[in-house]
């Protein structure tokens, strides 16, 4: 014979064999939806730079999660757009008992108690300066931050909150919201940590949804340099040890490695954020005519399950979802 005995092709050969043989899949219960929440009423507002998502206010809400809920979505990662008058250096509004984010979240437990509901936990959107951190000449300060991120994850409990997802990149600020959570009574809400956050360009269209981009500098001397891996490992394993329950990369697609290594060392659930700037290069080609936009959305997401990632957020989630349900 001209070729070998094994020919893998064999397995390729039909639709159903494929199937049967394969690796990795995707299911809607994969995927975390962000949900970008806005002050006001009859308020539903499109991010110019993330065509087809939206801004909410609450009354609108409910119409996007039920949406999410028909398709198989389970969980659900809120962000909040905070108005000027109500940002500071102080994080105040953060701490709010009725401000957006605690009213969002009690909202959604009592209208849809079933949805898994994450909270972000940062300063940035509630930021004079637009850090995750309160600046003290001209530096974001570590401790005094995370005392505030801390309350804030209590707030965000009270209200209701299953998880809380501090994406700030603070030191410390996982065991002092883990040990705050406790001694709050709230031994069960979760801690999703952006474990290796990392200082991209790729979030560019995220900022413009929540008004929070740095007023000065950059974010570079708490988020991670695109250039580390080793740093990463480092950074998940302190998280764990301070009680983390689930632990993050973000991006996505730009490390996919990362996702691998953190899957490989560490044996703990792992997400991965397939951020704004990944969604919106996909939906600028789409509209192009340069890529099939649904061809293109699944083999990006089923590369962050064969990378090892367990949950994806992405805003994808409801149109992934949907095209799942078809297949």
Known sequence: ??????????????????????????????????????????????????????????????????ELIDVGIRSVLLFVKVPDSKKDNK???????????????RFIKKQYPDLFVMTDVAMDPYSSYGHDGIV????????????????????????????????DMMDGRIGEMRKALDEAGFMTT???????????????PFRDALDSAPGFGDKKTYQMDPANIDEALREVELDINEGADIVMVKPGLPYLDVVRAVKQNFN????????????????????????????????????FKRAGADLIATYFAKQAARLLKTL
């Open 91 to 105: 994080g105040t509004e953060a701490v709010n008992e009725k401000g957006l984010m605690q009213e969002s979240v």
């Open 136 to 167: 003290e000449d001209g530096e974001i300060v570590n401790d005094p931050s995370v005392e505030v991120l801390a309350e804030m994850a209590v707030s965000h409990a009270k209200a209701g909150a299953d998880m809380v997802a501090p994406s």
């Open 1 to 66: 014979m001209k070729y070998p005995t094994t020919r893998l092709r064999r397995n390729r050969q039909t639709s159903a064999i494929r199937e049967m043989v394969l690796e990795n899949r995707l299911h809607p219960s994969d995927f975390i939806a962000p949900i970008f929440i806005m002050e006001g009423e009859d308020q539903k507002e499109e991010i110019s730079s993330m065509p087809g998502y939206y801004r909410y206010s609450l009354d609108h809400l409910g119409d996007e999660l039920e």
């Open 268 to 303: 703990i659930p792992v997400s991965v954020y397939n951020v704004s700037g990944e969604y919106a290069m996909i939906k600028a080609a789409a509209e192009k005519g340069w890529l099939n936009e649904e061809e293109v959305m699944m083999e990006s997401l089923l590369a």
């Open 190 to 204: 979760g801690i999703m940590a952006y474990s290796a956050k990392y200082a991209s360009a790729f979030y560019g």
